[in-house]
């Protein structure tokens, strides 16, 4: 690894936490949230088509971000050389690292060749991340899995032919694409492919708990945690995994009329990035992780996620803070 570039990157991961990519979630809103507790994660954007990126009409609201972003990373997928050369030229002044997906599981995904597709074609990774070398100064990551499926676990090898093509950091998250995300996520395997590279990896999967994320290091022997789904209800999450890390003290995870004041903070962020209307339809699919554990649940979440009013949808969970 290129000795300038390794201290570029120490710069810019200077968190042993990320903020991992999930589509339709890791909004510009919620990197808003996650860096009014967190200020050093690295935080990285929903992924990206490079097919879609490479539309000049796309650019505009695919690369928004703010200043407060940095550290970031913006996640883009493909499987042409060219297209992700040029959308590494397209990123390089708004991205603090150009990060390839090679890890998504999802059938579309997959089945354009894209995402964790590409650990079967490990030549082709690796052309991948040379061209976007040439497109980019800044530092080239990549996120991967174990392998394609149980019978097809490669993540060692290639993880090594990621290196060797130049990428500067690797995520892993701990299960093949076979598994989707069932079953638990294999934090040990990980150690393997630790011991075989020397740029830094960071574990992925199932770390949603400051005691999950001290284990997953333990057991991956990785140099840091990507958190995705664990955030879900609790933006607070990074933060108190860093500040374990930094100071050994575990704090509190946020109480449920806590999670309420986030949860309302949340909703008039996305009203105000999105519109009344679609904003609180964006939210819909966020209400059940962040009043998780108030009595009656279910029947709170039936009546917000049919309310189309976000007063009478705040006014709701308001109340709630009397019962709890």
Known sequence: MNHNRQEVLKTIISSKVSLAPMAGVTDLPLRDLVREYSKTCLITTEM?????????????????????????????????????????QILNDVCDIFDINMGCPVRKVVCGNDGSALMRTPELAQDLVKAAKEGTDKPVSVKFRLGYSENEKNFVEFGEMMQEAGADFIT?????????????????????????????????????????????????????????????GDPTLIHRIEHYFLTGEKLPPPDISEKIDILIHHINMEIDFRGIKTGVKFMRKLFPYYISGVPNAAKIRARIVLEENPEIIINELLSLKTVV
């Not at 088509?49 to 493909?78: W, Y």
């Open 172 to 232: 892993i998250h701990g299960r093949t694409r076979a598994q989707m995300y069932s079953g638990q996520a294999d934090w040990k395997s990980i150690a393997q492919l630790k011991k075989n590279v020397d740029i830094p990896v960071f574990a992925n999967g199932d770390i949603k708990s400051v005691d999950d994320a001290i284990r997953c290091i333990e057991e991956s022997e990785a140099d840091g945690v990507a958190i995705g789904r664990g955030i879900l």
């Open 48 to 88: 990206i088509s490079s097919e879609l990126l490479n539309q000049k009409n796309r650019q505009t609201c695919m690369t928004d971000l703010r200043e407060t972003h940095h550290p970031i990373a913006f996640q883009v997928s493909g499987h042409k050389p060219d297209l992700i050369r040029k959308s590494a």
